[in-house]
């Protein structure tokens, strides 16, 4: 029996994941078991089966895990991240709606989140974006500018020591940014795209980069395939209404302790719209999320 290794996934294909050894090496790996629950960033435990391959025999304690889910499946985005930056873009536009879900998704596991506005260098579409965050920055949400394209330093100040996860629609940016803070991402994306034979150097699934040795030896990027939707069937109501910070001092006010923040009388939350003290779009969401999530659990009850 081969000795057992540890090292950190640093890139998830499937039923295929890039392992990196401690000493630099990097394998490629299938799990041992038939369904595979390994995520981009988790620590493993690994038996070789050849001098660049191996077997995936464990799945080390996570700090955290970053993933959606509908009524009917899962899909892990990346494991022991420490800070989720939500990428947005003066261009094309974005939904601010996905937004609040990745917000949502990232404090019900405790990682700290911030909102990045990148290409800010296109000023048509500036005024219009600044304008869609508004909301967020209200709530309590921090908002960082700036274009990838340019100085990407006031970003780059926020990575150090942390496991960061670039998450937001496709056409954001967040290749370019990743490309920009880390200059050896964009080979090391084509090499894996060979050993692969996709033949593709956009990103179809979530690869972790270590940050350069001069900042922070410990530092990493995940950089994340663009989302078109983000379900959270996986969380419970009160970890959904905690999810938006301008009404958790309001949560437990209401008359009824099941409220569901629609018709019912003395309604904190109801209160809170009417006053413009939650904004309209905000309070449409939490109640689309709401909805979801009473789906997803008669959904389980039934199956």
Sequence with gaps: MSARLIGRVVAAFGR????????GRELLCV?????????????????????????????????????????????????????????????????????????????AQDIPALILLNKCDIPAGLDRARSQLEVFTRAGHEVLELSAKGDVGTLRARLGG?????????????????????????????????????????????????????????????DSPGLQSFGLAHLGRNEIECGFPEIRDLLGSCRFRDCGHIREPDCAIRQARETGHFDERRYATLLQLLDEHEVARKHRLEH
């Design 16 to 23: 295929q994941y890039a392992v990196r050894l401690d000493d």
């Design 31 to 107: 799990p041992r078991a038939k369904k595979s629950e390994v995520a981009c960033g988790d620590l493993v435990e690994l038996a070789l089966t050849s001098a660049d391959q191996g077997v995936i025999e464990k799945i080390g304690e996570r700090t955290s895990l970053f993933y959606r889910a509908d009524q009917w499946k899962e899909k892990l985005i990346a494991a022991n991240v420490t800070q989720v930056v939500v990428v947005v873009a003066t261009e094309p536009g974005f939904s601010d709606e996905l937004v609040t879900r990745c917000l949502v998704a990232a404090d």
């Design 162 to 222: 942390h496991i960061s996860l670039l998450v937001g629609q496709s056409g954001m940016g967040k290749s370019t940014l990743t490309n920009a803070l880390i200059p050896e991402a964009d080979a090391r994306t084509r090499e894996i795209s060979v050993v692969l034979d996709s033949g593709k150097h956009t990103t179809t699934h979530a690869r972790l980069y270590p940050l350069p040795a001069a900042e922070n030896e410990s530092g990493a990027l995940i």
